[in-house]
């Protein structure tokens, strides 16, 4: 699915390409006299949400019409990469959008949030916001003038919720060293791979019989059973991994 801009004339369309035939099965007017569609999301329903300069559209691609629209910000005009949209970790669509000129080098940006039972706008920051990108956590950030923001609402933002170990084998030799690797799971449903400032800690019931090199590798150290596992704390709280139990065997 793909915006175009009629910037000579014209309105915007959202086209269907297959990537399989290489052909555009379809194409469009989401919003009659919108000369550009700028921005387009899978939404918080499963159907493709997108902006056509300032206008909200709802496209339902089994259908394949438009089911909702309305032009939510009209002074909205084309600039590249406008507006920008995400769904938010509460199931609504926040968004940036420049919305033109006021004066000489001065312009209105805004931060906003779309309500995805209702539709219903709500602006968040009213100038500046340009740019939007969200973290696994559920942090929003933006561009204010040449500074980088960041939003972050506490019915937003997640917490860590449970880490899930594995190795690549639990039957092993003294000296043996197998790979281990670990998923780091958060509130409703989210993964990451982002620790940074994470208090982690490498567990061993029996640190002389193996125990985890932080780089990468459980190593077999002496024969007999051990329980591995890993703890991480990062934002306050603090949750431990599932338990891997390795034994070790001869050669003696």
Avoid: C
Avoid at 26 to 46: C, F, M, R, Y
Avoid at 188 to 193: A, C, F, I, L
Wanted: without cysteine.
């Amino acid at each position: 699915f793909m915006g175009t801009g009629a910037m000579t004339g014209g309105e915007g369309k959202l086209a269907i390409y297959d990537t399989a035939s290489g052909r555009v099965e379809l194409e469009q007017v989401p919003v009659p006299g919108k000369k550009a569609v700028t921005s387009l999301i899978w939404g918080p329903d499963g159907n493709v949400w997108g902006m056509a300069l300032g206008a909200l559209f709802i496209y339902d691609p089994e259908r394949r019409e438009v089911i909702y629209s309305n032009d939510l910000f009209p002074a909205a005009d084309y600039t590249h990469s406008n507006p920008r949209l995400t769904v938010g970790t509460d199931g609504n669509v926040y968004g940036t959008i420049f919305t033109g000129y006021v004066a000489d080098r001065t312009y209105t940006s805004k931060l906003f949030k779309i309500d995805a039972a209702s539709k219903a706008l709500s602006i968040l920051l009213e100038s500046n916001a340009e740019k939007l990108a969200q973290d696994d956590f559920g942090n929003l950030y933006f561009k204010y003038g040449s500074e980088l923001m960041k939003y972050s609402d506490p019915n937003l933002v997640v917490q860590l919720d449970k880490v899930q170990l594995e190795a690549e084998s639990l039957q092993l030799h003294p000296g043996d060293e197998v790979r281990y690797s670990y998923e780091v799971f958060l509130e409703r449903g989210r993964k990451t791979k982002e620790l940074s400032g994470a208090h982690i800690e490498y567990l061993s019931s029996r640190a002389d019989k193996a125990e985890f090199d932080p780089k990468g590798k459980i190593i077999a150290k002496q024969p007999g059973q051990a329980e591995l596992s890993i703890r991480i704390t990062l934002n306050g709280v603090t949750v431990e991994s599932n338990k891997i139990k390795v034994k070790i065997t001869g050669p003696f």
